[in-house]
């Protein structure tokens, strides 16, 4: 519910700052667009949460953590993939990790799959629903 009320925060927002709508553009238009512009920032936030996490996991247990690990050891909060926005993916192993975000119920829930490893570096691109990767541009928000 939290991330229900930001997202709608956000997107009131990003409506009355952004001066309204194109003359070829509905109000209807200009609120999708928003939300989804807003569902897309909350999935490149958790997934820089994630990358704190498994750096954090990885400092107790010598290897990066599964997301229920990174749940369990208390490492994260909360799963992301509760917001049910965003599809939410580590795969761990010793010395590396690599974690993907992929919108639920492309394009209504989001435009942007995310990836992130243990260099950091968010990097997101539209994949239209599908899965990113290590060669996606630096997303930078």
Avoid: W
């Amino acid at each position: 519910m939290r991330t229900h009320r930001m997202v709608s925060v956000m997107v009131l927002t990003a409506v009355l700052l952004g001066g309204g709508c194109r003359k070829d553009e509905k109000p209807d238009q200009v609120i999708v667009s928003a939300s989804v512009k807003a569902r897309d920032s909350s999935a490149a936030a958790s997934m820089r949460a994630l990358a704190r996490a498994e750096q954090s996991y990885r400092t107790t247990n010598s290897r990066y953590g599964t997301l229920p690990e990174l749940v369990e050891s208390g490492d994260l909060a909360v799963s992301p993939n509760n917001d049910r926005m965003s599809q939410f993916t580590c795969e761990p192993g010793e010395n590396e990790f690599s974690c993907y975000s992929t919108p639920s119920g492309y394009p209504q829930t989001g435009r942007l799959s995310f990836y992130i490893d243990q260099t950091g570096k968010l990097r997101g691109a539209d994949h239209q629903g599908g899965r990113g990767g290590a060669t996606d541009p630096i997303f930078e928000n």
